[in-house]
């Protein structure tokens, strides 16, 4: 092929075209935030490598990144191209380089563990194409012809598009080639290293991917490599995204199952089938991930109850058999993933089995934008956009953004044209400020919280938190992180006082307002809930009440059935609850002032330290968020 010189090619509409889909993934691969790194970009079928390497590179010099390297890895190595020898090299012994991975490359497994992150290169894009036109050769390319050009294979695409060939004549030529690439969207099949907000689940399946490699050139055994997780969290959290980016990253196969896919099988028999089934596949096809949702359902044998208890009790221990394996399922790594951990039977998370367990939560600011901006596609709305959306999202589960966008691209389909940022937050629930008497509430009631466990010496605080926005649906106003030691031994005192301290809300706005509202119970995890379950404990399972007695009870659901059933116990119950109320509600009223100081704090500062609580609640010459500003800005030097 006859080699034209870079300052030619880097001008080309073809060039500038890849250089926006390329932008976009040197973004997402973290390489415009001044860390050196070693990054591998998967291109697009039928991508033409020069002109990619030509678009990084261009890229790159602009933003003053001439330390990276570009090395290239093809699927089918052809004289002057690089091959993996050359990839290798360089992430070996250089500190910044980029990969460009031609489509049906094989990644040799030296390489992909020594990458940073690979991420694919988008497709041409429509508005890229716009874009590239206007900056490359000035023109001025409606939408609606990008949005025909682009679904042509871009090497056609680029030969059809001659400077000074009207669009007309264009298309035109196009649509006598008869190659029109009518490809449906691609959906978004992320590695674990493209993943954000999964905090030590991550690390953990980085680490996996390391044992992994290992155990394949025989470094280390199987009995070396951690292979069971439990992964819980609320609903929509990622968890099963999780589990399948995770065997793409170690380069191994993906079984999915359920325990409602098990027991849709049928009577005893046919489920333990099932099950054992799902584990065969799994060696069979090793290494695998095997993910198992809904694990809780298999349910705690502890907690059986009922006429089926030999036939649950049956599963636990055919679970328990599988996982342990005969051969300690070599090849076989297990995820079980749950809403409801407490109710996972401890046995299954031994050493051996499910071992770790890491709990997640709701995508945070910078995870949302990711979520959104990965199932809209690139560069279809602007980051500022992207970003407003995700802050308009706060509470809302990376299933729900997923839904949002769905939903706002099929109204946008209907009315013929592309999908904007109002669409989508026009079907968010609305998010309004918490300000005014409900600020005031929520700030009473956290501060009620706070006063009595800090007076009791319950636990330390770590942070007091009054949210700036409240979504539709969404009960969490504020709350109080404590910093909670966990004991030795604990005795009826220390139970009462977490018990006072779990009342401090109700307390507080019963002395402030003669009355308490319901945002403190009427639901699983509200402090009355968490609060009845403890004086439950405290008198029917550590003797700790009017007698001296032991109840085997260690779910919510079994102490709710205690309570309904045992009227001894719930009359106990209720005596303890009151009797820490009026004590929590005394300890409110003695330090109504420090109460009030924080309340008028909180007005205008969303989060407060341990130690400004404390000094708020308990030095009266701290009375003003204006002080509390200057007292930070004085600890500013130390803290730097």
């Known amino acids: 092929m006859r080699s034209i010189p870079l300052s030619e090619r880097a001008s080309t509409l073809e060039v500038h075209t890849y250089a926006c889909a390329v932008r976009t993934a040197l973004r997402r691969g973290k390489i415009f935030l001044g860390a050196n790194r070693l990054l591998g970009?998967?291109?697009?079928?039928?991508?033409?490598?020069?002109?990619?390497?030509?678009?990084?590179?261009?890229?790159?010099?602009?933003?003053?990144?001439?330390?990276?390297?570009?090395?290239?890895?093809?699927?089918?190595?052809?004289?002057?191209?690089?091959?993996?020898?050359?990839?290798?090299?360089?992430?070996?012994?250089?500190?910044?380089?980029?990969?460009l991975i031609q489509d049906g490359a094989t990644i040799p497994k030296e390489l992909e563990v020594g990458l940073d992150d690979i991420i694919d290169v988008a497709d041409i894009d429509p508005r890229?194409?716009?874009?590239?036109?206007?900056?490359?050769?000035?023109?001025?390319?409606?939408?609606?012809?990008?949005?025909?050009?682009?679904?042509?294979?871009?090497?056609?695409?680029?030969?059809?598009?001659?400077?000074?060939?009207?669009?007309?004549?264009?298309?035109?030529?196009?649509?006598?080639?008869?190659?029109?690439?009518?490809?449906?969207?691609?959906?978004?099949?992320?590695?674990?290293?493209?993943?954000?907000?999964?905090?030590?689940?991550?690390?953990?399946g980085l680490d996996l991917i390391v044992d992994l490699n290992d155990w394949r050139q025989n470094k280390i055994t199987w009995d070396d490599v951690s292979s069971g997780l439990l992964l819980s969290g609320p609903p929509g959290t990622g968890k099963t995204m999780f589990a399948a980016a995770l065997a793409r990253s170690c380069?191994?196969?993906f079984v999915a199952t359920s325990s409602a896919q098990w027991q849709s099988k049928g009577h005893l028999g046919d489920m333990l089938k099932a099950m054992r089934r799902s584990f065969r596949e799994a060696e069979l096809m090793g290494p695998t991930v095997l993910l198992i949702d809904e694990i809780d359902s298999i349910?705690?044998?502890?907690?059986?109850?009922?006429?089926?208890?030999?036939?649950?009790?049956?599963v636990v221990n055919a679970l328990l058999e599988l996982l342990d394996g005969s051969e300690g399922r070599t090849g076989v790594v297990v995820i079980g993933a749950t809403n409801f951990p407490g109710k996972v039977d401890p046995a299954l998370r031994r050493p051996g089995r499910l071992d770790r367990h890491y709990a997640l939560e709701l995508p945070d600011i910078e995870t949302r934008a990711q979520i959104v901006g990965l199932h809209l596609g690139i560069h279809e709305i602007s980051d500022d956009d992207i970003r407003t959306i995700a802050m308009a999202t706060v509470g809302r589960s990376g299933a729900d953004l997923k839904q949002y966008v769905a939903d706002a691209r099929r109204q946008a389909r209907r009315q013929r044209r592309p999908v904007e940022a109002a669409d989508i937050l026009g079907i968010v629930p609305p998010v309004t400020a918490l300000d005014g008497d409900?600020?005031?509430i929520a700030s009473i009631h956290e501060a009620g919280h706070a006063a009595v466990g800090l007076e009791l010496s319950v636990a330390e605080i770590k942070f007091l938190v009054i949210v700036r926005q409240k979504v539709a649906g969404q009960a969490t106003q504020g709350y109080v992180e404590w910093n909670i030691p966990a004991p030795t031994f604990s005795n009826r005192d220390s139970y009462c006082d977490r018990i006072a301290m779990l009342l401090g809300?109700?307390?507080?706005?019963?002395?402030?307002?003669?009355?308490?509202?319901?945002?403190?119970?009427?639901?699983?995890?509200?402090?009355?809930?968490?609060?009845?379950?403890?004086?439950?404990?405290?008198?029917?399972?550590?003797?700790?009440?009017?007698?001296?007695?032991?109840?085997?009870?260690?779910?919510?659901?079994?102490?709710?059935?205690?309570?309904?059933?045992?009227?001894?116990?719930?009359q106990q119950v209720e005596r303890v609850l009151s009797e820490q109320l009026a004590r929590a509600c005394?300890?409110?009223?003695?330090?109504?002032?420090?109460?009030?100081?924080?309340?008028?704090?909180?007005?205008?500062?969303?989060?407060?330290?341990?130690?400004?609580?404390?000094?708020?609640?308990?030095?009266?010459?701290?009375?003003?968020?204006?002080e509390m500003r200057k007292r930070r800005e004085r600890r500013m030097p130390d803290a730097l």
């Open 505 to 570: 809300g109700i307390a507080a706005e019963r002395v402030f307002f003669g009355g308490h509202f319901d945002g403190a119970g009427g639901f699983v995890g509200s402090d009355l809930q968490l609060a009845t379950d403890l004086a439950t404990l405290m008198v029917a399972a550590y003797g700790m009440g009017e007698t001296i007695a032991y109840t085997h009870a260690p779910t919510p659901e079994l102490l709710q059935r205690l309570r309904e059933n045992d009227l001894g116990v719930r």
């Open 251 to 253: 380069g191994v196969n």
């Open 299 to 314: 349910g705690d044998r502890s907690a059986f109850t009922g006429q089926n208890v030999d036939y649950n009790i049956e």
């Open 438 to 440: 409900e600020r005031r």
């Open 128 to 204: 890229h194409l716009v874009a590239a036109a206007k900056s490359s050769v000035a023109l001025d390319m409606p939408l609606d012809i990008a949005r025909k050009l682009a679904v042509y294979p871009a090497r056609t695409l680029f030969l059809a598009l001659r400077p000074g060939r009207s669009l007309d004549v264009v298309l035109e030529k196009l649509e006598a080639s008869k190659e029109v690439k009518f490809e449906k969207a691609k959906p978004w099949k992320p590695r674990l290293e493209e993943l954000e907000g999964y905090g030590e689940a991550k690390r953990w």
């Open 586 to 626: 005394e300890i409110v009223d003695r330090n109504r002032a420090g109460v009030d100081r924080v309340v008028a704090v909180l007005a205008t500062i969303e989060v407060l330290g341990g130690d400004e609580v404390r000094s708020i609640l308990f030095e009266p010459t701290l009375t003003s968020a204006k």
């Open 41 to 99: 970009l998967r291109l697009p079928g039928g991508a033409w490598i020069d002109a990619y390497k030509d678009a990084t590179e261009t890229i790159l010099k602009s933003a003053g990144l001439d330390r990276y390297v570009i090395t290239t890895l093809s699927a089918a190595p052809k004289p002057g191209e690089a091959d993996a020898t050359d990839a290798i090299y360089f992430t070996t012994f250089k500190a910044a380089v980029v990969v």
